[in-house]
Structures are given as C-alpha cells and as structure tokens.
C-alpha cells in the first residue's frame, strides 16, 4: 500500500509564496504521474498541477506563471511552488500519485490560506 504524506500548506499574504511538498511512501512501483489538486469551499475538486515520470507538465490556466510543480523521482517525491498568491488560491490541496499499471492513491490535504 502507498501512502501520501502533504506538508507546506498555512497562512500566508497575498504576493507571498509557498512551498508544498507530497512524499510518496510504502510499496511503490511503477511510479507515473504526480498532481496537485485544490478544492475550495462549495466548489469541485480541480487539477492544478500535473507532472509525468518522463518530467512533462501541465498547468490550469488559473495558476499558470505562477505556480511550478516538479518531482524528485529518487525520492518519489513532488513539490509545488507557489508564488504570487490570491486570496481566490485559498484551499485544501491535495496530492495525487499514480503508480503500477492503474492504481492512484491521494494525500490527506493541506490547507492553503492566503489572507491579509
């Protein structure tokens, strides 16, 4: 079984930046793609962030320039830095791991809270 571990996530200004990262732990192979989700109050869970084992991205129009998702694949670890915060980035993100040949586990979630 895999388990996800999120950690980066609190309080910050608006125009501050944080660091998440996501550590992906246990029976692991086949390690694929890596992605951050987020979802606000009353609102759907959406993509953010995706990487692939090969190092290709993809970002939401509404983080794009702003946000860099990268992996450290010997560590099996993801990591999503986030610059230029809005007070509308306020949310859980949340972690997502795709390994073996279908199988996807997903982190507990970190709050994200961008407030003056």
């Known amino acids: 079984q895999v388990q996800l571990t999120e950690s980066g996530g609190g309080l910050v200004q608006p125009g501050g930046s944080l660091r998440l990262s996501c550590a992906a732990s246990?029976?692991?192979?086949?390690?694929?793609?890596m992605g951050w989700y987020r979802q606000a109050p009353g609102k759907q869970r959406e993509a953010i962030a995706t990487i692939s084992s090969g190092g290709t991205t993809t970002y939401a129009d509404a983080v794009k320039g702003r946000f860099t998702i990268s992996r450290d694949s010997a560590k099996n670890t993801a990591y999503l830095q986030m610059y230029n915060l809005k007070p509308e980035d306020t949310a859980v993100y949340y972690c997502k791991f795709d390994y073996g040949f279908s199988l996807t586990t997903w982190g507990q979630g970190t709050q994200v809270t961008v407030s003056s």
């Open positions: 246990g029976r692991i192979f086949n390690a694929r793609a």
